[in-house]
Structures are given as C-alpha cells and as structure tokens.
C-alpha cells in the first residue's frame, strides 16, 4: 500500500517535471547566474571589502566556537518560519502576472546570496577547509532548499 502510493507520487512529481521542463530549466538558469553573480561580486570586491568579510566571517566562527550550547530548536524555529514566509512569498507574486518578475527576481536573489556565502567562506578560510565548510553547512539544507524553491516558482510561473 504505501509502496504504491510512493509509486503515485512519484509518477505525479516526473510528470510535474516533464510537463513543465521549460521552466524548470528557465528558474534554474536563473538560479544558477545568480549563483555566478554571487561570486564574481566577492571575486571583484576591493580589498578592504574583502578584509571587512574576512573579519566578520573569522568573528563569526570564534563566536561559534565559544558558545556552549547552541539554541538548535529556535534555530530551527527561525530557518522554517523564515521558509514559510518566502514560500508565501513567491506564491503570492506567481499569483499575478505583474509578480512573475519578481518570482525570478526572488530566486535570483537567493541563488546571489548561496554564490556569496560560498566565494566569501572559501575566501576567509581557504579552499580546502573552506569546501569542507561549505559542504558540511550549507550544501545538507540546500539539497532540499533549492528543488523546493524552484518547484515553488515553476507551480506559480
């Protein structure tokens, strides 16, 4: 029973993705220069921007370092009610024609904002522990952060 119902999901999902190819692959495009966008800001930054990153990043991690316990249910709490507002978001402007732009514009923003944090971590930490980094903190939340944002925006396109 659940098997076949996991069966029906899944057929309904590819047949989501296969009707709408063309704009999945329009809002990851888009997802993907901002990501692009994201770095080469960092890679055309000045140096003292660079030194500013540099400092606030390596406080942010002491500060990690030297807190006893972290709060992980409001962090939790946070990051799920800030996803919430953003999935309302994007719904609410798919629902108009005039807030399609801005559907792209949202998904731009947060691909600019994952190509930021990944330039400016592996800039402040170096490539090697900075991948590790970026594979350990970021990479596990947006394996399920990016498809949904995208699936959120090809729904509302």
Aim: proline share 1%; net charge positive.
């Amino acid at each position: 029973m659940k098997e076949n119902k996991r069966l029906k999901i899944g057929n309904t999902i590819y047949q989501h993705i296969t009707n709408n190819s063309k704009e999945y692959i329009l809002l990851t495009l888009i997802f993907l220069i901002g990501i692009f966008l994201g770095v080469m800001f960092i890679n055309n930054s000045q140096e003292t921007q660079r030194g500013e990153i540099t400092s606030y990043l390596n406080n942010f991690i002491d500060k990690l370092k030297n807190t006893e316990k972290l709060e992980s249910a409001e962090i939790l709490k946070t990051t799920i009610i800030e996803n919430i507002i953003l999935a309302i978001t994007l719904w609410f402007f798919g629902t108009t024609v005039i807030g399609i732009p801005v559907v792209f514009g949202i998904i731009l923003y947060r691909g600019f904002c994952l190509g930021y944090s990944i330039a400016s971590i592996i800039l402040t930490i170096g490539i090697g522990k900075g991948i590790i980094f970026v594979l350990i903190s970021l990479l596990l939340q947006n394996i399920i952060f990016i498809p949904a944002i995208i699936a959120i925006g090809v729904s509302r396109i």
